[in-house]
């Protein structure tokens, strides 16, 4: 159906065609894990605004595809449950995507928060922002100092702006936020 994870025009738009059955939920894996990692960090960085984020279905009770569980029956804890606990961390860098899919040469544009739902203000650090294009190295593209995080605040930073380069063969995109 088309609104589920498994709705092939969309995982082909994204994707590619998949070749067998696994790299077919692999992709709806990656759908799903994408799509509610945005989600919930959104919610979170509505806060005061948004209280609450829930998805609709912790666990499926019968065997079922393009659900919108965590985890799956009779009890295989999915790709997405970790996506979703990684959201939920107390204090979290966190980007807001203009868009999912980016292609070589087009500027890639987003903004950067940090999330602190902890009971403790956030000593100075760094956020780093690191590209990862294909198989390559990752790159760093920026580091955003931040200062003096206060408990229950969600803190605007830059917006990361980079051209993306051409690498031969690559198909995936990986963008990597280091806190510390």
Avoid at 71 to 97: D, E, F, M, Q
Avoid at 149 to 169: D, H, M, Q, S, W
């Amino acid at each position: 159906g088309k609104d589920t994870w498994l709705c092939l025009p969309t995982l082909e738009e994204y994707f590619g065609k998949a070749d067998t059955l696994e790299d077919l939920i692999a992709q709806s894996d990656r759908l799903q894990c994408a799509g509610y990692q945005a989600i919930f960090e959104e919610a979170r960085r509505q806060w005061k605004h948004c209280s609450v984020c829930l998805n609709w279905c912790f666990n499926e009770p019968w065997p079922n595809t393009g659900n919108n569980s965590l985890v799956s029956y009779p009890n295989s804890i999915k790709p997405v449950y970790y996506s979703v606990a990684n959201a939920c961390r107390s204090v979290l860098a966190s980007a807001r995507y203009r868009k999912l899919v980016n292609i070589a040469g087009e500027t890639l544009d987003f903004d950067l928060f940090l999330l602190n739902d902890s009971l403790k203000k956030l000593p100075d650090g760094t956020v780093k922002v690191f590209i990862r294009v294909g198989e390559g190295e990752k790159v760093n593209v920026l580091n955003w100092e931040y200062k003096d995080i206060p408990i229950c605040t969600n803190a605007e930073g830059p917006t990361v702006r980079y051209k993306l380069p051409f690498v031969n063969g690559a198909d995936t995109l990986d963008i990597i936020l280091e806190c510390g």
